[in-house]
């Protein structure tokens, strides 16, 4: 039985956060895809249905592995705006 259907696409990404800048592995994805594959964020929150409306400010989750390396494990990167690509996100989780 079919549960949920989400989209989801990679690529690689520029990411200028602060004073460093990086080219960091992405996944694409739709509204639905934590909760498509049951995986809750660690701190904050993770991509949800209402982030797909145009009128959303655009959010990221970022992953645990470079949670810990770029950004040292620190908690406070919630909220805070990142450019990925020189589009401004929100990280959200």
């Not at 989400?6 to 694409?28: H, L, M, P």
């Amino acid at each position: 039985m079919l549960s949920d259907v989400f989209a989801y696409g990679d690529g690689s990404v520029n990411v200028n956060a602060g004073v460093e800048a990086d080219v960091a592995r992405g996944q694409f994805v739709s509204g639905n895809y934590f909760a498509g594959l049951g995986v809750p964020a660690l701190i904050g929150r993770t991509i949800t249905d209402d982030d797909d409306k145009a009128s959303a400010s655009p959010a990221a989750v970022i992953s645990h592995r470079y949670w810990q390396r770029r950004f040292g494990s620190d908690p406070a990167i919630v909220g805070r705006q990142i450019n990925l690509n020189n589009v401004s996100f929100t990280v959200v989780g």
